[in-house]
Structure formats: C-alpha cells, structure tokens
C-alpha cells in the first residue's frame, strides 16, 4: 500500500501544473539534456563501430589473418603444406606468396617498399585486393610477361602510371664483382593500379608469384602461405592450434602480431569517447538534483502533512525518487529511441546534407573512406540506457533522503 501511495504522489508531482514555473523549466531541461546525451553516445559509438568495421575489413582483408612460413630461405614443398593446411575446417583459403624488400626507381624517383609474388587466382581467396584496382586487376598479373602492380601512393610517388616501367631491384641475393655489389634488379611493366585507402597503398607491389621466382631466384620455393579464418577474432588461437600440428621448421604468427596494437588503441579510443561522453549525461543529471531540492523545499507542507497522516520517512523518500526516476526514464527512452534511428539512417541523412549543401562531411581524400559508416550495436544500446538511468536514479538519492528528514513541526510552524 506504502507504495501505490508513493508511485500516486510521486507521479502527480511529476505531471503537476500548478508548480513553480521555474522549477518545471529546469525539470524539462534536465529531461532534455538526458535524451541529448543519450542520442550523442548511441549516435557516436555507432560511428565508432562503423569506423571500426571499416578499418578492420580494409586492413585485415589485405594483412593476411595467419602467415606460415619455414625457418630458413623458404618453404620448399609448399604445395604438400597447403593440401594439409586446406583440410582444417576453420581455415576457409590459403595462397603461397614470394616477397622481398625491394626498391623501386622510375624517372629519377625511389621508393622503398615490399615487392610480393602472388598466383592471381589464389590471391584473390585471401585479399579483397581485387575491389580496390583503380586500373587493371591481378589477372593482369601474367607468367613470364613481368607486370606488376603498384598502390596508388607508391605509383604517385614514382609518378608512374600505367604503361610505364618500373625498375625493382632486391638486395637480397646479389652479386659481388670487381666493381662491386650489385643487387638483382628487372624492369616490370605496370599493368594495375589499387587503393585501399590503407597502409598498403604505399608500400606494396605484386607481381606473378614465378616472376617473382626468377626475381629472387627462389626456383620452387615460396617464403610462406597466406590463411584466411572463419572469424578473423578466433586467428590467434586458430594460429596456436596449426603451430602445434607442424613441426620445428615452421613458424607460425597471425594479424594480432603484426597489427594488434592498433585496434587495441581503437578499442581503447572507443571506450575513453564512451567514458568522456556520458559526462553529457552526468551534467544533466545535476538538474535533476537541482529540481528536486528546489521541489522538496517547496513541497514541505506537503511533506509535513503526509507524516503526521502516518506516512514514514521510507515512503516520503520513495515519492521523491519516483518523481526524479520519472523525468530520468522519459529522458532516456526518447534518446535512446532518436539515437537508435539516427544511427540507423545516418549514413541516408549525411549524403542528403552533402547533396543539398554541396559540402564534403567525409572527404574521400582525406579519410579511407568517402561516407559516415555507422554499425548500430545492441550491446552497446543496453549499456548506455543502462548507464543513463542509473546515473539519474543515483542523482534522486541525495534530494529524497533530504524530504525524508523534514520535520513535520518545523515545517508547519509558519504555515
């Protein structure tokens, strides 16, 4: 019973008209400010996921998620290793690949980069390389005709564009004459420009895996095999499980080696936003505070009249918390609803601003990609609604406790 009286009072205080004007100013505010913050967070780490997405498909679809290779000039009979790596159920492809530190020269420029032997077909299962050719493709990439391709920022570099001879030159495996080292060189004709918009676009070339043998004269031998996992999350335990199956000479790393520093530093950016961003909501949580000692100091008559009636100090305590859970709860369900549809229709809403202002809010040029991705997770969604409504049930506490300490005498003296 103590509580239906609590919830009726503390929902009439909550709908009254006839409070202070000023105290339902502040009150409105403070519901105001809860959905924004809301929105915000749901809105930003929805971009973040996005991003995150993004980043990870790029980078991830051109690092390869397990690297095999053999401890000494390379792996001879990689064929053999292949069909053995091929029948594990969580590897979904692999591809032999011949690579070399190499430098590249092209009218009077050098660029220092990775030059990389692929078979295109195979290439292809383990790289999204293929949807990222500016000009030409990997098929271009033929036995013998020595083609290569190049990422745009190398093939900017050496101003170099399609047509165009590149020479590669290798140190590895040179000669020694009288007049000195001379590292194994071959003038490579482009045949395919790509950019991903990542790392790779200026530091990697590839060409045909056996011009690539006869580059670096590795004959049957290949430097490693690319794997590509069912769940790129699962590669580093999937990695341990084919290293225990392969003996001594064979090593074995996966992406988290080569580039998991970075989306440890995302994962960690992505929560610092979330942490700074539900300040928003922390602030306007103080209103809530602020609206409800100005109720109480208002509402003591009130609050006289309801204990010397029998009610006791829990139940004064609870009308109040209810009034301030209120305001919280209408504040966190409409921002969670307007942030979880602007999350989803970002993407719509930010082309429509750049088509009818003529504005860039992503310039292609600038970031790896050319539109607002944003990757709408219910997790994330529960987390925040979560967060929000305890952090204004919280700011209810301090108010309440205060009504529940009114003294019925001292507040009905002067009334």
Same mark, same amino acid.
């Given at each position: 019973?103590?509580?239906?009286?609590?919830?009726?009072?503390?929902?009439?205080?909550?709908?009254?008209?006839?409070?202070?004007?000023?105290?339902?100013?502040?009150?409105?505010?403070?519901?105001?400010?809860?959905?924004?913050?809301?929105?915000?967070?749901?809105?930003?780490?929805?971009?973040?996921?996005?991003?995150?997405?993004?980043?990870?498909?790029?980078?991830?679809?051109?690092?390869?998620?397990?690297?095999?290779?053999?401890?000494?000039?390379?792996?001879?009979?990689?064929?053999?290793?292949?069909?053995?790596?091929?029948?594990?159920?969580?590897?979904?492809?692999?591809?032999?690949?011949?690579?070399?530190?190499?430098?590249?020269?092209?009218?009077?420029?050098?660029?220092?980069?990775?030059?990389?032997?692929?078979?295109?077909?195979?290439?292809?299962?383990?790289?999204?390389?293929?949807?990222?050719?500016?000009?030409?493709?990997?098929?271009?990439?033929?036995?013998?005709?020595?083609?290569?391709?190049?990422?745009?920022?190398?093939?900017?570099?050496?101003?170099?564009?399609?047509?165009?001879?590149?020479?590669?030159?290798?140190?590895?495996?040179?000669?020694?004459?009288?007049?000195?080292?001379?590292?194994?060189?071959?003038?490579?004709?482009?045949?395919?420009?790509?950019?991903?918009?990542?790392?790779?676009?200026?530091?990697?070339?590839?060409?045909?895996?056996?011009?690539?043998?006869?580059?670096?004269?590795?004959?049957?031998?290949?430097?490693?095999?690319?794997?590509?996992?069912?769940?790129?999350?699962?590669?580093?335990?999937?990695?341990?499980?084919?290293?225990?199956?392969?003996?001594?000479?064979?090593?074995?790393?996966?992406?988290?080696?080569?580039?998991?520093?970075?989306?440890?530093?995302?994962?960690?950016?992505?929560?610092?936003?979330?942490?700074?961003?539900?300040?928003?909501?922390? $602030?306007?949580? #103080?209103?809530?505070? &602020?609206?409800? !000692?100005? *109720? +109480?100091?208002?509402?003591?008559?009130? @609050?006289?009249? /309801?204990?010397?009636?029998?009610?006791?100090?829990?139940?004064?305590?609870?009308?109040?918390?209810?009034?301030?859970?209120?305001?919280?709860?209408?504040?966190?369900?409409?921002?969670?609803?307007?942030?979880?549809?602007?999350?989803?229709?970002?993407?719509? $809403?930010?082309? #429509?601003?750049?088509? &009818?202002?003529? !504005?860039? *809010? +992503?310039?292609?040029?600038?970031?790896? @990609?050319?539109? /607002?991705?944003?990757?709408?997770?219910?997790?994330?969604?529960?987390?925040?609604?979560?967060?929000?409504?305890?952090?204004?049930?919280?700011?209810?506490?301090?108010?309440?406790?205060?009504?529940?300490?009114?003294?019925?005498?001292?507040?009905?003296?002067?009334?």
């Amino acid at each position: 019973m103590k509580q239906s009286v609590s919830m009726m009072i503390g929902r009439r205080y909550t709908g009254s008209k006839k409070s202070n004007q000023f105290i339902s100013f502040i009150s409105l505010f403070s519901m105001i400010g809860i959905a924004l913050g809301t929105i915000v967070l749901i809105v930003v780490m929805s971009v973040m996921n996005g991003f995150q997405s993004e980043l990870q498909n790029r980078i991830l679809g051109m690092v390869p998620h397990i690297v095999i290779g053999e401890r000494g000039d390379g792996i001879q009979d990689w064929q053999t290793l292949k069909s053995q790596i091929d029948q594990n159920p969580n590897i979904t492809a692999s591809a032999p690949f011949i690579d070399a530190k190499a430098m590249f020269r092209n009218r009077g420029s050098t660029v220092f980069g990775i030059v990389q032997g692929v078979l295109p077909d195979e290439e292809a299962k383990v790289s999204i390389i293929d949807d990222f050719f500016e000009f030409g493709s990997l098929d271009d990439l033929k036995e013998g005709e020595f083609g290569i391709v190049l990422g745009i920022g190398m093939a900017r570099r050496l101003a170099a564009s399609i047509g165009d001879r590149v020479n590669v030159m290798i140190a590895d495996g040179g000669t020694i004459s009288p007049a000195g080292f001379a590292p194994r060189q071959k003038r490579f004709t482009i045949v395919g420009i790509f950019e991903t918009k990542a790392e790779a676009d200026s530091m990697i070339a590839m060409i045909h895996m056996k011009d690539a043998a006869t580059l670096t004269r590795m004959n049957n031998m290949v430097s490693g095999l690319r794997l590509t996992t069912e769940n790129v999350i699962n590669a580093r335990a999937i990695a341990n499980n084919i290293r225990y199956e392969l003996d001594d000479n064979f090593y074995v790393s996966d992406w988290e080696y080569t580039h998991g520093t970075l989306f440890r530093a995302i994962k960690m950016e992505k929560t610092m936003m979330g942490v700074l961003l539900t300040l928003i909501i922390a $602030v306007a949580a #103080f209103n809530i505070i &602020t609206t409800l !000692v100005m *109720v +109480v100091n208002e509402k003591q008559a009130d @609050i006289a009249i /309801l204990r010397t009636l029998g009610a006791t100090p829990g139940t004064i305590m609870k009308i109040f918390m209810i009034q301030g859970s209120i305001n919280g709860l209408i504040g966190t369900i409409s921002g969670t609803i307007l942030g979880v549809l602007a999350a989803m229709n970002l993407p719509e $809403v930010v082309r #429509f601003i750049e088509e &009818t202002f003529s !504005v860039s *809010v +992503v310039p292609g040029d600038v970031y790896f @990609i050319s539109f /607002l991705p944003s990757e709408l997770h219910w997790d994330d969604v529960y987390l925040i609604v979560s967060v929000a409504f305890g952090i204004t049930f919280l700011a209810t506490l301090y108010p309440s406790w205060k009504a529940s300490k009114v003294n019925p005498a001292e507040a009905l003296r002067y009334e």
